[in-house]
């Protein structure tokens, strides 16, 4: 069975600093690791996807994750962070095929301060 | 992006009615949709994946005769939370497969509340 961990339930960070959201999984075969924001009373935005090839993945709004095997993790970056990136973020995971049911991890509240 | 829709946004009904909410991806073909519940604070929980022309898959402990799901057609799913009951009260949101860029893109969701 496959699983998402996301170790903090929420992040605090200063406008302008770097942030990082944590995420690790466990999941058979090769795992298709995805990232997803949601808004107060909205559904989940994509944010971004790795699946095969370069380890650091580039997605929306300046976002960016690194998918790492040894560590089993795909954490999500962002150099620079905004006060409107404050939402919840998910990390999810599915075995092989995005087609599969995606296991998402608890979310992780991004509290952004001016 | 690929865009998926939900209708209603918000619905508040009495105890014992029925209920149906729509989701549908907007600028691709879905053969497979899938349904979440999210409870306040919480992650989502998958209900059910629906798969054009065939019948639902049901996760455990989602009772099939409660929450009907059909999909009808490659661009509409529907589920219908039937005779609902206040704790049915949630946050339903449905999700669309974009095979092409092998992504599941989400709605927007439906705020269910059941007096």
């Known amino acids: 069975a496959q699983s998402v961990a996301q170790p903090e339930d929420q992040v605090n960070v200063a406008e302008g600093n770097p942030l990082t959201v944590k995420c690790t999984y466990s999941?058979?075969?090769?795992?298709?690791l995805f990232w997803y924001v949601q808004y107060p009373n909205r559904g989940l935005q994509f944010l971004l996807k790795y699946i095969t090839g370069d380890n650091l993945v580039k997605g929306s709004y300046g976002f960016e994750a690194e998918f790492n095997k040894s560590q089993t993790s795909f954490h999500l970056k962002k150099p620079s962070a905004l006060v409107s990136d404050s939402a919840l973020y998910f990390c999810?995971?599915?075995?092989?095929?995005?087609?599969?049911?995606?296991?998402f991890g608890g979310g992780t509240r991004l509290m952004v301060k001016p | 992006g690929a865009v998926v829709s939900q209708h209603p946004s918000r619905v508040i009904c009495k105890s014992g009615t029925s209920v149906k909410i729509e989701c549908r991806s907007l600028d691709f073909q879905a053969t497979t949709m899938f349904w979440y519940r999210q409870f306040p604070k919480k992650s989502l929980m998958l209900m059910a994946t629906s798969n054009e022309g065939s019948k639902a898959t049901y996760e455990q402990g989602v009772e099939k005769d409660k929450f009907l799901i059909n999909h009808a057609s490659l661009t509409l799913s529907t589920l219908t939370v039937t005779s609902a009951h206040p704790e049915d009260s949630s946050f339903y949101i449905c999700?669309?497969?974009?095979?092409?860029?092998?992504?599941?893109?989400f709605g927007p969701g439906t705020r269910l509340t059941v007096l």
């Open positions: 999810a995971v599915s075995p092989n095929n995005a087609g599969n049911m995606l296991t």
């Open positions: 999700s669309a497969r974009d095979t092409v860029a092998d992504t599941q893109y």
């Open positions: 999941v058979s075969g090769n795992p298709y």
